[in-house]
C-alpha cells in the first residue's frame, strides 16, 4: 500500500475539495480511481471534479455504494476477510491490469463508526491494511469527527489513528496548532504547557498527527480535566469550519 490517509470532517464542503483533490490528482497521473461513497456525499464529490463524466465512462473511475458494498460482505454484524478480499481485491487487480495503479477513497469504516459499530469499524480498517500487503494501492478514509469535543479523543479514535500512515486535520493545521498552543497556555502556566506541548509532539501515534492534536490526545490520555478545559477554550476560539 502507498499509504493509508484518514480525514477528520465535520463539514463535507472541505472533504470534498480534499477528496477531489486526490481523485483529480489521479487522474491525471493516469491512475484508477475507487470511491466508495454514501448517497449523501456522492454528488458533492463527482460535482467538484473536472470531467467526471468521461472518467466514469472511461472506467478510469468507479463510484459504489458504501452502504450496498458493506452488506456484500458483512455477516454477524463483522466484516470478513474473505468475501471482503474477493469483493475488493478483485476490483484492484482488474484496474490493475489496464491501469498502473489505483487509488480508493472509502466511507464503509465510517458508515459503521456512525452507526456505533466501532470494533466492526477497526476491523474493516485492518482489512483494508492486509489487502495493502498483497496489492499495491493507496486509500483514504474519512470520519466525521469533532477535533473540538473531548470524546474524539479517546480510545477509539487512538485505534483508528493506529491503523493509518497519516490523519489528515480538516482544520488548517498551523492554525489549529497554534490555537492549542494559545489555549493551553490560558489554563495551564506557559512553562508548564511548553513542556507538556514538546512532551506531546515527541509522543506522536503512528498517524503522524498534527502537533496540537497529539497533545490533545496526550492530555485526554494524561489530564482529562485539564484536557477537557483546554478542548472548552478552543470552542469558545475555534470555528468548526477551520
Not at 111 to 137: D, H, K, M, P, S
Not at 205 to 233: C, H, I, Y
Amino acid at each position: 500500500m502507498n499509504g493509508h490517509f484518514v480525514q477528520l470532517y465535520d463539514d463535507v464542503g472541505p472533504l470534498a475539495a480534499a477528496v477531489a483533490q486526490y481523485v483529480e490528482s489521479g487522474l491525471a497521473r493516469g491512475e484508477a480511481v475507487v470511491l466508495v461513497v454514501t448517497p449523501a456525499h456522492r454528488d458533492a464529490f463527482l460535482g467538484k471534479l473536472a470531467d467526471a463524466r468521461g472518467a466514469l465512462a472511461s472506467g478510469q473511475l468507479s463510484v459504489l455504494d458504501a452502504e450496498r458494498t458493506l452488506q456484500r460482505f458483512m455477516a454477524n454484524a463483522m466484516p470478513q476477510w474473505h468475501p471482503f478480499h474477493e469483493l475488493i481485491g478483485g476490483l484492484i487487480a482488474e484496474l490493475r491490469l489496464s491501469y498502473p495503479t489505483v487509488r480508493a477513497y472509502g466511507e464503509m469504516v465510517d458508515v459503521l463508526w456512525q452507526r456505533g459499530e466501532r470494533e466492526a469499524a477497526i476491523r474493516l480498517e485492518e482489512y483494508w491494511n492486509e489487502l495493502g500487503r498483497l496489492q499495491t494501492f493507496s486509500l483514504f478514509c474519512a470520519y466525521r469527527l469533532s477535533p473540538l469535543e473531548a470524546g474524539s479523543y479517546g480510545g477509539a479514535l487512538e485505534s483508528v489513528c493506529n491503523t493509518h500512515t497519516h490523519l489528515i486535520p480538516h482544520h488548517d493545521v498551523e492554525r489549529f496548532d497554534e490555537a492549542v498552543r494559545s489555549a493551553s497556555e490560558k489554563i495551564l502556566d506557559r512553562s508548564l504547557a511548553e513542556v507538556l506541548l514538546s512532551f506531546a509532539a515527541r509522543h506522536r501515534d503512528a498517524a503522524r498527527t498534527s502537533a496540537g492534536q497529539a497533545a490533545l490526545f496526550w492530555l485526554n490520555q494524561n489530564m482529562p480535566r485539564t484536557a477537557e478545559k483546554v478542548l472548552s477554550e478552543l470552542r469558545a476560539t475555534v470555528s468548526p469550519a477551520g
